[in-house]
């Protein structure tokens, strides 16, 4: 079952190689005050802390009855925390409380009301596991006040189910992860176009519970855009939204569904939007004079519509830091010399990307250029394309080396209008520098933006730093709150893409207000009566 | 207060002239079985039976402390329905029950929580009446259980508040009606872009609430497409969303919002998406061998990304009675002439139009037309264009002269997937023939697809038929209620951009399922507790 599953300390494939940090890495540690010598490696599976698994009498025997039941060790390890820093930093510290007291595996929709009708009758905890990559606390298996949680892990549900080629969507098992979505629907020349960080292991229902973004969602469209049917099997009842064109029936349920973060119920399948599988998939790099020149070349190039598919543009922090690393190789130093002679020394460096059909992309190619150079913006040509598309899914395979390395690695993301997005960079980026640096770990800050909308874009902040040892989760809780007070503070939205989770759940209120806050509660209650599902996520004060 | 309202037994301004039929609607009407020299017209004013206003005591001078009160004859018929057949029926008849008690006209959204306190204190429905152009029964002043009802008219909160140009967001009263809107943004160089055909009468709040689609919405975007912000005034508290981008803050609430018929709260303004005002507007007409060749051109210009802002095809019924309707004249004969050559006679006419800067409007048009020829389309030129855009706004005024005439003229829409399109236009087409010729009122019934997505599009019918005398509202609901059964059946939603109101509420369910609907109860009893708001709309079995 647990064969193609992530490390339980970390990122990739149990058995990958240990990744290493590149050598140019090694003036970064030294300037956060870390020995490069040094690791700090995680504890063994078997020295992992666990309480006994402590199910109610006789729910394992009822459960086991209509699905598969694990409680062995490695299952509970692996479903106990998501992939958050947090999450890892006490994974690795051999901390696996919380755990569940059983993994449950679903096969379908009807199991999955089964295990509902189970768990409510006996007061046990129900925390909807697919792909496990939440960073922000989603499936951490938190039992409130009930007698028991269970993880009910989606990955049994791992199908395609339909694809309609004419009307461009296919029906996909809510526990379908990336790499498996595009294979099926790669079969029959389509495309899902979603491809977060975490798409090797990310499920499509988490996809749609979290409101996922991928790395192309400029151009292919987030997953709430892309959703147009979910099958929602909750306590109280199944809300099953087939195939709709968007509409005036009333309220738009699907976004209820998205969002819902196993809070209001269990996705099962999803209908997504697909594409045909692009002929031709351009990816350049781009320098601009600076962040500012940068951004109004983006604002330009969505408002005027003719963004590129994909577009992700580092600050000054993130070039400098991302071209350090890239070494000095001879094509790097070609561009440091080609840079410097056009000014852009010092600049910022976006990655473009287009994909669709030769016609397509040509056209869209030279429209987005047009636009690009308005503001001065430089073509640095495919290889700086290439190298990001072979490295767009290292990041979490690094921040475990980073971690080894004691280094506190995280990140974090905002969205707001165009008109605040300076202020908010500015503000966000201040917030992060002054927590850490009371902390005596003076932080290096890098961010991008990567999702462009008519009315604004993301902000995407990595944060390192030097591990305050014994205090790592203190000290990112300061500053992680200290970036959410400044995101609320300066019209951020508290998460453009990561969700709300466990982390966010007591900023909530604040971007939705005590209203939204009922709504979402009223809809709880009718939904899951009994409370019984995902715990402590998505609503404040619910633990 | 009431100068530019509508004309209270029909459309367009009070004092207009009297529109009549062109001569070339003769034969037409004469296929009906209608005589085209006989005339039906309306009673006057004074001649609508009305209730006596009858709120419980003293609740009138509580509202007219807060806020304008008007109770005469005209205010209270001008509320008394919105703008469907069966509302012209009965008013046109001299029905004016139900009426409002009272119409109350809030200056701002302070005004509609007193209003909306002293409704619930006293046990005084509210319905939220914007432009009153529903067409399906939204804003009926029905009273449900309470003893009184009044209509609260936003005409007051007309003013454009704010705009962000950097950003191309601007906040809108909710009273602010489309020609408004437009002055208001073009003063700043922007559109909303959102032209619905009631266009002249329409709402701001009545849009959002009611989640209307404009003419060029397969360009700008449906009006909650357009939803970056809204301030919902509840009973129960107030649903303030400002400017965001999409994030994943848990579910989307403004989604809520966007359709929710005055029945969850009351909109007061809106934060609408905007665009530069485009320099250029070219539509043009074209012409496809069938309807089937037409809408695989439509698909796949939507689905090829190059679709027109602006696309509806005509069935061949619409095609043939447009230009039957269209007459004689020279251009009109050259072109019947044409098509006859092209071996398009009897196919069918679509109006495309692209709107932008020059560059855009220029590059996009090259790369439509090229998919449009794909399928045999042949450019019709300017002219079809100019008529359509000059007569965009007609079709109310048309259909009072066919009432005068003794003619059902109705209209009614859906849409699907491009995969049923055909199966649910035949099968809607037929269920509306069968149902009248049972009448012996055999209709002419029409169709065009209007709103492209990637998924599916939209089908509007337009119905006409011989009245059946004293007999027009059961001869209409039965046809009607065909209309809406054979949607359901396949696999259509109930309404595309006319909503729900009264006359769709039976129909919701089976589209949301009961769960969907518990959901909504749930949310309408978390805003309004007492249940003042709209009765009787949106949801089924509320009186």
Redesign the interface.
């Known amino acids: 079952m647990w064969d193609d599953a992530p490390c339980w300390s970390g990122w990739g494939p149990a058995d990958a190689p240990i990744r290493s940090l590149p050598e140019t890495a090694a003036p970064l540690l030294r300037g956060l005050g870390v020995d490069p010598e040094r690791r700090r490696a995680p504890v063994e599976l078997d020295a992992v802390r666990l309480a006994e698994p402590g199910l109610p009498e006789g729910v394992r025997d009822r459960l086991a009855r209509v699905a598969q039941v694990h409680d062995d060790r490695l299952a509970r390890v692996l479903h106990a925390a998501g992939k958050s820093y947090f999450d890892l930093v006490r994974l690795r510290a051999g901390d696996g409380i919380p755990a569940p007291d059983a993994v449950v595996v679903a096969a379908d929709g009807a199991v999955v009301e089964e295990v509902l009708r189970i768990c409510t009758g006996a007061g046990v905890a129900v925390v909807p596991f697919g792909g496990g990559t939440s960073v922000v606390g989603g499936v951490e298996p938190l039992r409130g006040d009930f007698g028991g949680v269970v993880s009910l892990d989606l990955g049994g549900m791992g199908a395609l189910l339909d694809a309609?080629e004419?009307?461009?969507?296919a029906v996909l098992g809510a526990g379908m992860r990336g790499p498996a979505v595009e294979r099926a629907l790669g079969e029959r020349g389509l495309t899902l176009g979603h491809f977060p960080q975490s798409w090797e292991y990310a499920s499509v229902g988490g996809m749609v519970a979290?409101?996922?973004?991928g790395q192309a969602s400029t151009g292919y469209g987030?997953i709430?855009?892309l959703v147009?049917g979910v099958d929602l099997v909750?306590p109280?009842?199944?809300?099953?939204?087939?195939?709709?064109?968007?509409?005036?029936?009333?309220?738009?349920?699907r976004?209820?569904?998205?969002?819902?973060?196993g809070v209001?119920g269990v996705i099962t399948q999803a209908t997504l939007?697909v594409r045909p599988r692009p002929a031709v998939r351009r990816y350049e790099g781009w320098s601009f004079p600076s962040f500012r020149d940068g951004i109004e070349a983006f604002?330009a190039v969505e408002?005027?519509?003719v963004a590129p598919d994909l577009a992700r543009l580092s600050d000054e922090a993130e070039t400098a830091v991302n071209l350090a690393m890239a070494g000095g190789g001879r094509a790097e130093q070609a561009l440091g010399w080609y840079l410097r002679l056009r000014r852009h020394k010092g600049g910022c460096v976006a990655i473009v990307g287009w994909e669709?059909?030769e016609l397509?992309v040509g056209?869209r190619h030279a429209?987005s250029e047009a636009v690009l150079r308005r503001w001065d913006g430089i073509p640095l040509g495919a290889r700086p394309g290439v190298l990001w598309r072979r490295g767009r899914y290292d990041a979490p395979y690094l921040r475990d080396a980073l971690l080894d390395h004691g280094v506190l690695a995280e990140t974090l993301e905002t969205?707001?209008?165009?008109?605040r997005l300076h202020e908010l960079h500015d503000a966000v980026a201040g917030a992060l520098h002054d927590a850490l640096a009371a902390h005596e770990t003076p932080p290096v800050v890098l961010c991008h933006v990567s999702h462009l909308?008519?009315?604004?874009?993301?902000l995407y902040f990595t944060v390192l730093a030097r591990q305050q040892e014994g205090e790592e989760v203190g000290q990112w809780r300061t500053a992680k709150d200290a970036a959410c007070q400044a995101i609320l503070r300066h019209?951020g939205?508290?998460?453009?893409?990561?969700?709300?989770g466990r982390d966010?759940a007591a900023y909530?209120e604040a971007?939705?207000?005590?209203?939204?806050i009922?709504?979402?509660r009223?809809?709880k209650?009718?939904?899951d009566p009994a409370g019984i599902l995902n715990p402590g996520k998505?609503l404040p004060g619910v633990s």
């Open positions: 309609d004419r009307s461009l969507v979290t409101r996922s973004a987030r709430d855009e147009r909750a109280a009842g199944r809300l099953d939204l087939a195939v709709r064109t968007r509409n005036a029936a009333g309220p738009e349920l976004e209820l569904d998205a969002g819902s973060e209001l939007a604002r408002q005027e519509h669709g059909t397509d056209r429209a969205a707001t209008s165009w008109t909308y008519p009315v604004g874009a993301s019209g939205t508290i998460t453009h893409h990561h969700a709300i966010h909530l971007e939705i207000g005590p209203t939204g009922t709504l979402l009223a809809a209650a009718e939904l998505l």
